[in-house]
């Protein structure tokens, strides 16, 4: 961003004294080609008609300008139909290491966000169950979103909506008690739908024994208990199951709630001011097909029962009345149809279309020994979340599912992810932290000490190409993570790493550090390798998985 705002800062000032109004549409960008230069401005093709110049030497006048404006350029050219390209110098970019050094942990944090007030709600799964692999994804994106969101200066709160109401949380209270009359010896009237997992089996056992007189309970309060108990069960291994994953909400909001404080009947009022509410056939409905819908949905049907969509826009409405300005939710890829719908409801509120986003979580494929593994909660044979955690870890888990845009399919190999080779993405980042961790010591060992604080003199020594990709790198850090807070895209930081990992291992095995003759460039470079690392770590803590010192 140092680059970006050098040069912004440099061409605002000479449009000023031109006389032109820096464009809306101004774009400043590397070229697609490195080897045109660091940065690139469109500028000069969109003020040529103002100015009354061709583009191209209105882009010449402004290259010329930016030599003498700005020392820390080396070049700047005309290009093309008129862009204008700068190169900085090697000095400008040394200085990176003296910004990774001042800044530490802290690198990489921007004010993008400006305090942006978000919510942002992840995972939400019904408490019929233990989490599954794809809840994984989704928690791994969740969290890793937030602490991106913080990192580029928004304030977000994070929450887990509670399905504790409705259909599923009555079936999975007659799971359990049918499981409770089988265990005890009752006949039972076996239903086509009901949950078959053996979590459901141990929980009846558990009630069982704590009470041996429960099957004897009438039907009705028997299925309540059975849900009462099961659904703090699973939802209490939920939550162990997200502790051990790294993954924080600070609110558990429970849906029933929205009822019993009124919540649903303010949103109702608040839609009907609208004028896109109606009655029809004793039910009330949403005109939703006016707000881009394909038609339009019921919220209360005839009997008084409400639908979810109706749940679901009170919670929402809930979340902007306490005072959020951006709503975000990470939703199942299943539930793509579902966006225009809310969309709409959030449009009927009067809030501004840009104050609600969904981030959508494609299905993971497990893979085992080159096959797949079924999922299906319902029928018990899914892989648990906390399988996976405890076959390859938490670091590997949360970075392969990172590794991909989250609204695309995701192969996840086991295999790869134990592997402790460069051919597995976690530890291929991993290790070169910690390449340079183990430089760092030799370099103690041999008495080759490298002063807390680093000047730009010091760094002198770091004049080859390798260095300076290096550099650029690193100094691209916090436009990549503002870039990627803006598009809710958190794979874009698992791929600077490894990009960022790649150019390290490419210069490890290309120049050596420890140079027993010239002690000058050895201080420059475990300077250089030192402020790598930060970035790395930096890097890391956004997907949440640890930066290890030696592996």
Request: glycine letters at 8%.
């Amino acid at each position: 961003m140092r680059a970006t705002d050098t040069l912004r800062t440099a061409l605002a000032a000479i449009l000023e004294e031109e006389g032109l109004a820096w464009p809306v549409k101004t774009v400043i960008e590397p070229p697609r080609d490195p080897k045109h230069g660091d940065l690139s401005t469109n500028a000069a093709m969109l003020l040529a008609k103002e100015a009354k110049c061709n583009p191209r030497e209105l882009a010449q006048k402004f290259a010329a300008r930016l030599l003498e404006r700005c020392p820390d350029l080396e070049k700047a050219e005309a290009a093309g139909p008129g862009f204008c390209n700068v190169t900085f110098s090697q000095a400008f970019w040394r200085r990176t290491v003296l910004d990774v050094e001042a800044a530490g942990k802290a690198y990489g944090a921007s004010g993008t966000g400006a305090g942006r007030k978000v919510l942002l709600e992840y995972v939400s799964a019904n408490p019929t169950g233990p989490l599954h692999v794809g809840h994984g994804r989704g928690a791994a994106v969740g969290d890793s979103l937030a602490r991106l969101l913080r990192k580029a200066g928004y304030a977000v709160d994070t929450e887990y909506y509670i399905n504790d109401a409705g259909r599923q949380m009555r079936l999975l209270g007659l799971s359990v008690w049918l499981r409770v009359l089988e265990l005890a010896g009752r006949p039972v009237d076996w239903p086509e739908d009901y949950y078959r997992g053996e979590y459901i089996i141990d929980i009846a056992r558990e009630m069982l024994a704590d009470d041996p007189h429960l099957p004897d309970l009438p039907e009705a309060e028997g299925q309540e208990c059975c849900y009462q108990r099961a659904m703090n069960e699973i939802l209490t291994g939920i939550k162990a199951d997200l502790n051990e994953f790294r993954v924080e909400h600070q609110r558990w909001f429970s849906e029933k709630t929205l009822v019993e404080r009124g919540a649903v009947d303010a949103a109702f009022t608040a839609l009907g001011r609208s004028g896109y509410t109606y009655e029809k056939e004793n039910a009330f409905w949403f005109a939703t097909e006016q707000l881009g819908d394909d038609k339009d949905r019921v919220l209360k049907k005839s009997d008084g029962s409400l639908t979810y969509f109706a749940t679901d826009i009170a919670y929402h409405h809930d979340k902007f009345e306490r005072g959020y300005d951006w709503l975000i939710d990470i939703w199942g890829a299943d539930h793509h149809g579902y966006v225009p719908r809310m969309r709409a409801a959030i449009t009927a509120m009067g809030r501004p279309r840009d104050s609600f986003d969904v981030v959508l979580i494609q299905l993971v494929n497990l893979l085992r020994d080159g096959k797949p593994v079924s999922m299906s909660t319902r029928a018990g044979t899914f892989e648990t979340l906390a399988d996976v955690l405890r076959e390859v870890g938490a670091d590997a888990a949360r970075f392969m599912f990172l590794s991909r845009k989250s609204d695309s399919p995701l192969d996840f190999d086991l295999e790869l992810a134990k592997q402790r080779s460069l051919d597995n993405p976690v530890y291929y980042v991993q290790y070169a932290h910690a390449r340079i961790c183990a430089v760092l010591r030799r370099a103690g060992e041999r008495g080759v000490g490298l002063p807390e604080t680093v000047t730009e003199e010091m760094l002198a020594g770091l004049d080859t190409p390798e260095d300076m990709a290096l550099l650029r790198k690193a100094a691209a850090f916090q436009d990549m993570l503002a870039a990627a807070a803006r598009a809710l895209a958190v794979h874009h930081v698992s791929h600077y790493l490894t990009e960022l990992a790649g150019l390290l291992h490419s210069y490890y095995a290309r120049h050596q550090v420890l140079l027993a003759d010239d002690q000058p460039r050895t201080l420059a470079r475990l300077a250089l390798l030192r402020a790598v690392a930060q970035v790395l770590r930096n890097g890391l803590d956004v997907l949440g998985v640890s930066a290890p010192e030696a592996m």
